[in-house]
Each structure stands twice: as C-alpha cells, then as structure tokens.
C-alpha cells in the first residue's frame, strides 16, 4: 500500500500560478501510474491529469489543457502538477493518487490510493 502526502496549495489571483507536489512512499514508486484529482464543493471528483511510470504518457482533461503540466521525479518518489494561468473555476481541493499499474491511468476506477488533499482558491 502506498502513502501519499500533498503540499503546495494555496490562495492566488487569477492569473496566477502554483505548483503542487505529492511524494509517495510505502510502495515502489516505479510500479504505478501517478494522477491529480480535484473536487470543489458541490461537484464530483475529477481527474485532472495523470502520467505513467516513467513520465513520457500523460492525461489532462480539457478544460487545463495548455495550462497545467503533470511531472515525476523517480529518484524522489515525488509527483507534481505546475498549474499556470489559474482561474477561479480551477478552485477546489487538490488530491494526488496512485494508480494500480504502471501504465497510464485515465478512469476514476484505475486509481487504488488517494491522498488527503491541498486546497487551491484562486480569487477574481
């Protein structure tokens, strides 16, 4: 089982960037695909972006598409999301999981860790 930490939220302006990292450990970190979820209040939780075990495969849904950047750091069991060009829809609680395979997961379902979560407020 793999433990995951988050770290990096906060409040920023529109326009705005931040930068959320996630190290993991429990687990080897090479063995499994890495992704970010959001949910703001009153929504589901969506998959923001994922990538897969060696980094050169990555998801993004559509609306942070050209805005946010999904990375992995092997060596520091570390997985981050660059969020630039922020908005006030971006506004939720940030979550990183562990995917149960090292390919690239892409479905809610092909998630098997979760962590406790960053809150992101971007204001107008």
Aim: some cysteine; hydrophobic content about 35%.
């Amino acid at each position: 089982q793999v433990q995951l930490a988050e770290s990096g939220g906060g409040l920023v302006q529109a326009g705005g960037s931040l930068r959320l990292s996630c190290v993991a450990s429990g687990r080897t970190f090479t063995a499994y695909g890495m992704g970010w979820f959001r949910q703001a209040p009153g929504k589901e939780r969506e998959l923001v972006a994922a990538i897969n075990w060696v980094g050169d495969d990555t998801y993004y849904t559509d609306s942070v598409k050209g805005r946010f950047t999904i990375s992995r750091d092997n060596a520091r069991n570390t997985v981050n999301l660059q969020m630039n060009s922020l908005k006030p829809e971006d506004t939720a609680i940030y979550s990183c999981a562990a995917g149960g395979t090292w390919d690239l997961p892409t479905r809610q379902t092909d998630f098997v860790s979760w962590g406790q979560g960053t809150q992101v407020t971007i204001s107008s």
